[in-house]
Every structure is written in C-alpha cells, then in structure tokens.
C-alpha cells in the first residue's frame, strides 16, 4: 500500500524551490521511497502580476509587498544563503517577475502526458531564479517542455488548453478548501500538513510516522515479564523468580 503526499507550490516561490530540494533529498533516504506517491498541485502567490512586471524582483517586493529595500535585500540574501546549503542557485538580480500561471499550465500538461513533473518544475525554478528567463513566455516554457522530451508543438497548445487550464484551476480551488494560505504545502495521506521549508529531518520523520500509521506492526508487542510461569507444548515452566508466578507441573 503506497502513502500519497500532496504538495501545492508556485514557480515564483523561492522557498518552494528550496523546499521541494529538502524533501526530495528525505525522500531519497526512505527505505519505502518507491512506495510513496507524490502529487504536484499548483499556487499562485500574486494573482494580478502581470506576464512580465517592469521591474527587478527587488523593485517588485518594494511596491507589492510595501518592505523596506534594506529588510529585501537582506530577505534575498538569507533565501540565496539557504538555497546554497542544498546546492542551489538564485540569483535574485536577474529574476524577471513574472506570472506564473502559464508555467502552471505547462506542469499540468506534462502531468497528463505522465512525464516527470519534478524534473519539469526543478527546470522552471531555474529557468526563474538562475537564468532570468520569463517563466509566462510561451517560447520559454515550449523549450523547457521540449528538454523534458515533450513535444513542442503539443507543449504550445496545451498552455491554453481548457482542459490543462481547469486542472490549474481545480488545484487553487483545492488549496483555498483546506485553507492553504502559504506555499510550499504538504499534505501527507490527506492527514497531515507540513508548512514551509522545513529541514529534511521532519520530512523523514513525518514519512516515517505516516508510513507506520498506514502500515501497522504485524504482531504483538510483548509486555511484562519475559520469563513468568507459563505452560507450552512440552511441558510448564517453573519461573525463575519466585514472584514470577507459582510453582506449577
């Protein structure tokens, strides 16, 4: 029986992208790895950035989110910091800010053409924070899904494709029910949620607790004492401790 997690994230999301790193990397190290299913759901942090916002991404926090410069600057550093310790570049002067809605579209299509969603994401998240590519540029998003070994001219309809475009939608749907208010988001057996960029160790240790529960102990746990009076097969057994229990033939 395979556990399933569920996880909402946007391309647009630094710690996302840090965050998928440090599960991945607890996944890796679970015995049962190729026993868990996991779901990639989209979130769009800002609904009304445009395709491309005319701007860094510096500029862009200042005037969306009202932060001082100082206080983004040193938030943009920590994130670049954070992503480093698991082998991970930002480079937060060329981020283009940028819709993310397409790129959604783009993971919900190699979704439905069972292509390795993860590897699709992590080369979006790059072409994002590392290259200063416009992740709602169609061009851009055909060439990434045509490294991924998706057909380019399939690639270009499906971002508009109502189909691929109600996925997309059904997942931010889906986000708002159970109350998802910040990515990343990880939802394991539709039990627990995990929120943020947690360190690796509680995602080793949530597969661990999720794995068990789905997967009870076969057996009895022994409690007591392991040598009181007892009787099998053979015969009774005289206790080794006189409190162990009476003596018996």
């Keep these: 029986m395979t556990i399933r997690i569920d996880i909402w994230s946007d391309i647009a999301c630094p710690w996302c992208r840090i965050g998928k790193a440090r599960f991945e990397s607890a996944l890796a190290r679970f015995a049962h790895r190729d026993e868990v299913e996991v779901a990639w759901h989209a979130f769009i942090l800002d609904p009304d950035l ?31 910091q954070a992503g480093a310790g698991e082998g991970l570049d930002f480079d937060f002067d060329s981020v283009v800010p940028s819709s993310s809605l397409a790129a959604h579209a783009l993971l919900k299509y190699a979704e439905a053409t069972g292509a390795d969603v993860g590897a699709v994401e ?22 990434i899904g ?33 109350g998802v208010s910040g990515v990343p988001f990880f939802v394991f057996e ?28 076969v057996g009895l746990t022994p409690l007591g004492e392991p040598d009181a ?21």
Excluded: N
């Excluded at 080369?123 to 055909?142: K, N, P, Q």
């Excluded at 057909?151 to 971002?159: H, I, Q, Y």
């Excluded at 627990?192 to 997967?215: D, I, N, R």
């Design 229 to 249: 009076a007892a009787c099998g097969p053979d015969g009774c057994a005289v206790p080794t401790r006189p409190d162990a229990g009476a003596e018996q033939s």
């Design 122 to 143: 992590d080369a979006l998240f790059d072409a994002h924070f590392r290259d200063g590519e416009v992740i709602a540029d169609a061009d851009v998003l055909v060439r």
């Design 190 to 217: 539709q039990k627990y949620g995990v929120s943020g960029a947690q360190p690796a160790e509680v995602f080793t240790q949530a597969l661990e607790q999720v794995w068990a529960e789905v997967h009870p102990q």
């Design 146 to 178: 045509a490294a991924q070994r998706l057909d380019a001219g399939a690639v270009r309809a499906g971002l508009t494709d109502p189909t691929v475009m109600r996925a997309v939608q059904a997942d931010l749907a889906a986000a708002q029910q159970i």
């Design 50 to 80: 445009p395709v491309r916002y005319d701007g860094t991404e510096v500029e862009y926090l200042i005037e969306r989110k009202g932060m001082p410069r100082a206080q983004v600057e040193a938030m943009t550093q920590q994130i670049a």
